[in-house]
């Protein structure tokens, strides 16, 4: 006889249309898990406003704020590597007008090496310094804004480094044999590169942050440097950069970002996340707003660059400066700070370069004269190369990427894992639970009865004979929408929960048509969140982040859930229903689940023993999956953050008990 997932499977495959009559809500429900995802990321943004509110009434509160946020930004950006040797070299010199480039590769961590560009301007040091932390585009250093940006600062008096981040110019991480990367730009290479790394408790953010950051070591090493007077400035991307690194090294004394500040709760609402070098898990959790980055920076100067036509939303840029005002403002230093706007779009434009250059020059040389960019000369990116084969990748056999780096962490988090899954199994749960931001003490639901299953024709549809819709809310949970079939015995024989990724409507006729259902059974269908009903539009995900619901997926981390714990939280609610139901106390319960309600499936079963029995068809059988294949699409939908710090799915099948659990691939 055929498995129940092959019936499915075969019955999927010849569906080609929504079976509506076995919808359950009665609104517009493609919208509702991101309007209740943006709800709760307001409330958290609104607590923040009040905490600011009242601390810009006194420098005393001012000061424990700032201090507050950096610990907070401290904690989010999780654990960093060891400062190990840069083992920094110079593959290549180029003298030009009044100034000479250097080539440097340096390690920031153990063979992951960092291409760069040093502009050393002629005459006698030291120097002041700027580091420059470059956008997205493919050529990264060699990008024309930002040699440009530059040379200005090298013929004005600075020495400049500038920094490729990873997945762009030499340093694409995902490369086939040739060098060549494997995605269709850096922004997708970025978020692939992050939802592995949000695993392992760590990020794209904290990874280009240390890149940098070793830069900086590297920088404070050269004698033309004054490393007294050292500031940081980049552009879209490069200005993310520059927001992170602003609260976090202490040695940077003024800066700069570029067509990158707004308002994230308001980004967020309108437009959705950006890739994943743009966000950390939990920074919403933190309450931590973008400027607040800046903030912890402050009362350093501070020069916000901003195109009034950018794609960045210029409203919400204006927005956080207005808070930045007032916190210089309240630090009695209103004059260290100034948003530059210019009738322009998204990137360092001549105007934004003067203005960014003559503020530079205003804080580290006591010297505010408007400066004014010459004709330019630019070279070809492969000119400015590091490597002789273009990709670290490929001129190094040793180098370590981030892809690799995460399959280190992964084996080294073995003794880890091994001991956690060793501790009392309250501890344990109480620990899964933190991961996936559960209440097990919320346990109270409301059921709304919404009829019987009706077809087109007004003709009440046999489901098994007399299924009933019915709406499960749970206090600060999405309501759950569900097909409830009860036994036609008095005490069913067991009960049967079936969560399929592709919807309950796809297997609402093949459950009927299952001939093989225990005689006595009951049978629950249900949409656990993202999923049928509640599914998110496809066009409203950009292609190319991977995931067909990035938006909703990055918005729960960012609040700091996940997906596999909203879901998780459904599949409680159904046993909270379950247990209402006098008839159904001490009934084995039965869970089917597929595809990405499977993970969700298997963490309820460890948080309810009243889960008898899980059957898993056709989801992931270990993290290490998502490790070994970046590149595949809807990984998003099983990251918890830094769970293989504590578990993998084996583990997880373990502590469920393996004869509790039947995995059908």
Known sequence: MKSLFVIISLFISLTTFSQKQYNVLDWKADVSVNTFLVQKMHQQYNERRAVLEKALSSKQLLAAYIDNTRKKYLQVLGKLPERTSLNAKITGTIQQD??????????????????????????????????????????????ESYQKTAILF?????????????????????????????????????????????????????DELWDNERGLDYLVTRPEVDTARIGCLGNSGGGMQTIYFAGFDKRIKVIAPCSYLADRERTLEMTGPADGCAQMPGEGKAQLELDDYLIAAAPKPLLVLAGRYDFIDYSGALIASNELKKVY????????????????????????????????????????????????????????????????????????DIAKRNLQLFDEYKVKRTAFISQDKSIIRKKVAELLSLDLTNNNIDVEKKGLVVNNDGIVENLNTNPKKIIIRKKGEVPLPVLHKKSTQAIPSKIIIWLTERGKNAIADSVANYHTIPEGASIILCDLNGIGETADKPELNDAKFYNKEYRNAMLALHIGESMVGQRAAGILALMDFIASIPE??????????????????????????????????????????????????????????????????????????????????
């Not at 020495?159 to 730009?185: C, H, M, Y």
């Not at 210019?342 to 020059?361: C, L, M, N």
């Open 584 to 665: 159904y106390k001490n009934v084995p319960v039965e869970i089917n689940a597929t595809g990405i309600a499977t993970l969700p499936a298997l963490h309820a079963a460890l948080l309810n023993d009243n889960i008898k029995s899980v059957k898993l068809f056709g989801g992931i059988n270990s993290y290490k999956e998502i490790l070994d294949h970046p590149l595949e699409k809807n990984w998003y939908s099983y990251v918890i953050p830094d769970v293989l710090e504590f578990y993998d799915i084996p583990d997880l099948v373990k502590l469920v008990g393996a004869e509790r659990v039947k995995i059908i691939q």
């Open 329 to 400: 403002t309240a630090l009695g230093q209103p004059q260290k700070f100034q948003l530059f706007s210019y009738d322009d779009g998204h990137g360092i434009s001549q105007p934004k370069r003067e203005a960014a250059v003559t503020w530079f020059r205003r804080w580290l040389c006591n010297d505010p004269t408007p400066i004014k960019e010459p004709d330019l000369k630019v070279l070809t990116d492969k000119e400015l190369f590091c490597t002789k084969t273009g990709q670290v990748n490929t001129e190094y056999v040793d180098e370590i």
């Open 98 to 143: 009044g100034y000479t480039i250097e080539k440097i590769i340096y390690e920031s961590t153990p063979h992951h090496r960092v291409t760069s560009n040093l502009y050393i301007p002629k005459g006698k040091g030291p120097f002041p310094a700027a580091l420059l932390f470059c956008g997205h585009e493919d050529v990264s250093k060699a990008t």
């Open 154 to 206: 090298a013929k004005n008096g600075f020495v400049v480094f500038v920094i490729d981040p990873i997945s762009q110019s030499e340093r694409w991480q995902l490369t086939d044999a040739n060098g060549k990367g494997l995605t269709r730009g850096g922004t997708t290479e970025h978020t692939l590169l992050n939802q592995a790394s949000n695993l392992l408790g760590t990020s794209t953010p904290a």
